[in-house]
């Protein structure tokens, strides 16, 4: 197994990466810098898009383009021309919240979750959306301090969640159909690893891989919640994984620079980096693009 840091540039809070098996690229956000990224592993090179607002999470489209949850809702993005419009917003009186980590499911639906707007906020008023490619909204679950890490079990029939300032990655039973959760359960307690669940992924044989933020560490999970390995990285705060590469066998880590987040953690010289993992014998699944 090594551990390679990609490229010289530093992400605020590097969040949200998506491997685009097309164009061979893989695409991340920076929540707070506003920005979203592009990574050419064969070139070698970055691009970015400054964004209107905070940026938690991105899907690429069928139709091209892009979909960005940013702090009032979904924009379509054209990867062209830089510019975003409103695909779906929703109404927040008191601004409290914005869009934080989102994945599509199997059938083209873009899940996403919201967190208070401000880092010292404590109260549990994150929701999760499912939002159709029709752009009809629907609020799935309510009660969230920081979601994180959506993804789907292999067949689509199970969907993880995180509430990461509990330490707490749930299970829930995922009906393909109608795109409905069900039949909660607790999935893993990662106080253990010291820190919180952050982004996630599966790979082809079903095993939850998560981004452990404060811990240092991206957790393997099997299907049945026994760990299946721990991976040490090189900074405090990773932020998120996802599997790419031409055999979907390379693990990218995305990471946080906690100087710049005014929480009294102290800066290092990699923290916000861009990491790949080769070598764990493990191949991922080809994201899923929104319906529309």
């Known amino acids: 197994m090594n551990i390679e840091r990609i490229g010289r540039q530093r992400c605020k809070v590097g969040e949200g990466p998506v491997w685009d098996v097309t164009e061979q690229a893989l695409y991340f956000v920076d929540v707070l810098g506003r920005e979203l990224w592009r990574h050419d592993p064969v070139s070698g090179q970055f691009r970015h898009w400054s964004m209107p607002s905070c940026i938690g999470s991105l899907a690429l489209c069928e139709s091209g383009g892009a979909l960005v949850a940013l702090e009032d809702g979904l924009h379509r993005l054209d990867l062209q021309s ?20 989102g994945k599509v499911d199997p059938r083209g639906r873009f899940l996403v979750g919201t967190v208070p707007r401000s880092l010292h906020d404590q109260r549990d008023i994150g929701t999760l959306r499912c939002i ?9 679950e309510r009660g969230f301090s920081i ?38 359960r607790v999935f893993a307690d990662t106080q253990c690893h010291g820190g919180m669940p952050d982004g996630a992924t599966v790979d082809r044989d079903g095993r939850l891989w998560v981004a452990i933020c404060g811990g240092g560490k991206v957790v393997c999970w099997r299907p ?10 090189p900074v405090p705060l990773v932020g998120s994984v996802m599997f790419g590469g031409p055999q979907l066998d ?12 005014g929480l009294g953690f102290p800066p ?25």
């Open 82 to 101: 830089g510019q975003a419009t409103p695909f779906c917003t929703w109404d927040d009186p008191a601004q409290d919240t914005q869009c934080n980590d």
């Open 132 to 140: 159709h490619p029709g752009g009809k909204v629907e609020e799935l």
């Open 147 to 184: 979601t994180n890490g959506p993804s789907w079990s292999p067949d689509g029939r199970t969907f993880y969640f995180s509430n990461s300032r509990a330490h707490t990655i749930f299970a829930y039973d995922y009906d393909l159909e109608h795109g409905r959760l069900s039949n909660r």
């Open 224 to 233: 049945d919640g026994q760990v299946d390995r721990v991976i040490d990285m």
């Open 250 to 261: 390379r693990l990218y880590v995305t990471t946080l620079d906690g100087g710049s987040l």
């Open 268 to 292: 290092d010289d990699l923290g916000g980096s861009l990491f790949v993992i080769d070598g764990l014998g493990a191949k991922g699944l080809p994201e899923h693009r929104f319906a529309a």
